[in-house]
């Protein structure tokens, strides 16, 4: 996959994300039309980002790779998609700290992914998620106290696809169950357990939404100081997003069933939840973070 080409006007970004985010571009819809633009243009660096590894050869996405670093690191590209990162860089004031988190996590998908433990899996959920919370947090207008609850709800998004994509992911050679959960199962013996190993492989996929939940908790607390259209926005995200994983626990975490769904009827009745939920008014403090969930990652988080 050449990224020289690629570019990311707003059309673009848009069936991005209707393509490859749609709880996202549903969520969309209840943002106003600037902060939705350029929340789309974020999301479609990302996307780029991970169609490299995900649709390139090795020796090409390693390439391209380090491209991408070097044009980061002069702030200065002849690729158009990442001219578009500079000027939202430069308008909202994006970590650049934090864009080398995202990239450096991402890539490392280029190896073999086995992760061993809960601590790095939280280092994984950070690295390719609380930090798009974190760039994502002043194009929603966010104050900076809301930050470590902007990584919070990504960390629980990402343990929530892990959760639904573990078949998947097995399928292409990657684990990201911690593997002291799953008595260090490799993907092929994920694929094809049955009985006391695929019961194993169910048990640490409700433990990983058992996790997520609690970070989702603490999300929620950093929802309420968003200003008032965009907070209901993110709100829904949040919901229908927390809702797939919902979905997973009522089919027992049965992974071998297929990827699961929220219907968009469901999406709309939990849309109306969160208009209710979020509607208060503009919060000016927030609870103090529980700072036990960003143990793992307490180095990277103390440099943004």
Known sequence: ?????????????????????????????F????TACDAARLYQFCRILDDVVDESET??????YAKIQQDIAAQH???????????????YQLSTQVTNDLIDTIYSDLSEVRVQSQAQLINYCY???????????????APKAAEPFAIDLGI????????????TDAQNHRCYLPADWIDFMGPDDIIGATGEKRKLVQKAI??????????YESASHGIKIIPARNRRAIGVAMLVYREIGMVLNDRQCDYQK??????????????????????EQLAWSLPRHDNSLHQAIEGKVAKI
């Open 1 to 29: 996959m050449s990224v020289d080409a690629l570019s990311n006007t707003p059309e673009q970004a848009q069936a991005t994300l209707s393509y490859h985010g749609k709880s996202f571009r549903f969520a969309q819809w």
């Open 31 to 34: 943002l106003d039309e600037r």
């Open 59 to 64: 020796h090409e996405a390693r390439e391209a």
């Open 77 to 91: 590209s002849d690729m158009p998609w990442l001219q578009d990162y500079f000027a939202l860089k430069h308008e």
């Open 127 to 141: 690295g390719v998620a609380g930090t798009v919370g974190c760039l994502m947090r002043p194009i929603l207008k």
């Open 156 to 167: 629980a998004m990402q343990l929530t696809n892990i959760a639904r994509d573990v078949l």
């Open 206 to 215: 409700e433990r990983l939404l058992l996790l997520a939940e609690s970070y």
């Open 258 to 279: 297929g990827r699961v769904y929220v219907p968009l009827w469901r999406k709309c009745i939990l849309a109306l939840q969160a208009v209710w939920r979020f509607r």
